[in-house]
Nanobody, 131 residues
Framework: QVHLVESGGGSVQPGGSLRLSCAAS????????IGWFRQAPGKEREGVSCLSSYDRNTYYRESVKGRFTISRDNAKNTVYLQMNSLKPEDTAVYYC????????????????????????WGQGALVTVPS
């Protein structure tokens, strides 16, 4: 069975850092595009950052550029999201996901539709940055 499991969430003061991990099982993540998405209370889910298969390309939401970095460790079959200079508006549940269409159109990562087509999701990790 295919699974994604997030870890590394928590509460951090503004300006602090967290690293989220997304461990894949049942498939080799290197062969697939993986994305990080988030959903704040009362808001739509949104794409944060995506990494193409074989790490050829990355894509970031404008509001996190220069602060977040997506990467992958193939030996651990794990994708990471390093989050620096965190802000209260980054507070959300963060999910990793993969699925149809993401690799062929990585820029759709932050669109309002791509996440609806992704079939495999983790359970989410809560990130809280108090104001």
């Amino acid at each position: 069975q295919v699974h994604l499991v997030e870890s590394g969430g928590g509460s951090v003061q503004p300006g602090g850092s967290l690293r989220l991990s997304c461990a894949a099982s049942g498939f080799t993540s290197e062969y697939y595009a993986i994305g990080w998405f988030r959903q704040a209370p009362g808001k739509e889910r949104e794409g944060v950052s995506c990494l193409s298969s074989y790490d050829r390309n990355t894509y970031y939401r404008e509001s996190v550029k220069g602060r977040f970095t997506i990467s992958r460790d193939n030996a651990k079959n794990t994708v990471y999201l390093q989050m620096n200079s965190l802000k209260p508006e980054d507070t959300a549940v963060y999910y990793c996901a993969t699925g149809w269409g993401l690799d062929s159109d990585l820029a759709s990562c932050t669109s309002d539709y791509r996440y609806r087509y992704l079939e495999v999701w983790g359970q989410g990790a809560l990130v809280t940055v108090p104001s």
